[in-house]
């Protein structure tokens, strides 16, 4: 399978604790998005990155949530001192360069469920 | 606020029926509207995308149909199968934004009776 591959696919935690995920994103892609949904909604944009840089950043992003891309390859969101307002699916997704195209369509992984009690 | 509004918020069909779901969005500032597909447990995945240009789109039995005037698409699913029950997001995107940072509406839950 060479699709986005999330890690872990669930979590849960107790309300203070501290969270970390992983996302690898399809090998060539080096565009990659965190975005999180909330049952029933759509998801919500929180941050991209283009290789290692990460340009965009959602205010949606507390200073309690902090991601990184360290060699441009996977990426990790942390969520520190957690709240149950975090109870979400946390998904990622990455994409080609628009390059000559218009779009690069977004590919999603299965996401990270997270459970704060 | 919600720049992208999607309704119904469900939807039931008989098998071979037309499903028709419709989004408007406020902010003229968009240049691709895309639909996504997500069945339970998965994430969303894109079924088909339409820029502001063009005012229909067709792939296989999926339709997007775009009124610029009136800050309007909808997705129409033909030949209605118990295979489409899922849920279906629209969304777009800022124009002049060279990455996919989209705004989602809320959401659809289809059922497809057989």
């Known amino acids: 399978d060479t699709g986005v591959s999330q890690d872990p696919r669930h979590k849960i935690t107790k309300r203070g604790q501290n969270v970390t995920f992983r996302c690898d994103p399809i090998?060539?892609?080096?565009?990659l998005y965190w975005y999180r949904q909330t049952l029933g909604q759509g998801p919500e944009f929180l941050t991209y990155f283009q290789n290692e840089a990460q340009l965009e950043k959602s205010r949606l992003l507390s200073d309690r949530f902090s991601a990184e891309r360290p060699k441009g390859s996977f990426s990790t969101l942390e969520i520190q001192r957690t709240e149950q307002g975090d109870s979400a699916m946390y998904l990622c997704a990455s994409s080609l360069p628009v390059g000559g195209g218009y779009n690069s369509p977004l590919h999603f992984g299965n996401g990270t469920r997270l459970t704060v009690t | 606020q919600q720049q992208v509004k999607q309704s119904p918020q469900s939807l039931i069909v008989q098998k071979g029926g037309i499903s028709i779901i419709n989004c408007a969005y406020e902010?003229?500032?968009?240049?691709?509207f895309p639909w996504y597909q997500q069945f339970p447990g998965k994430g969303p995945a894109l079924l088909i995308a339409?820029?502001?240009?063009?005012s229909e789109k067709k792939e296989g039995r999926f339709t997007i149909s775009f009124n610029k005037s009136a800050k309007q698409f909808s997705l129409h699913i033909m030949d209605s199968q118990p295979g489409d029950s899922a849920t279906y997001f629209c969304?777009?995107?800022?124009?002049?934004?060279?990455?996919?940072?989209?705004?989602f509406g809320t959401g659809t839950r289809l059922l497809v009776s057989p």
């Open positions: 090998s060539e892609h080096n565009r």
């Open positions: 902010n003229t500032a968009f240049d691709y």
């Open positions: 969304a777009a995107k800022r124009v002049n934004t060279g990455f996919q940072k989209l705004v």
């Open positions: 339409i820029r502001p240009d063009v």
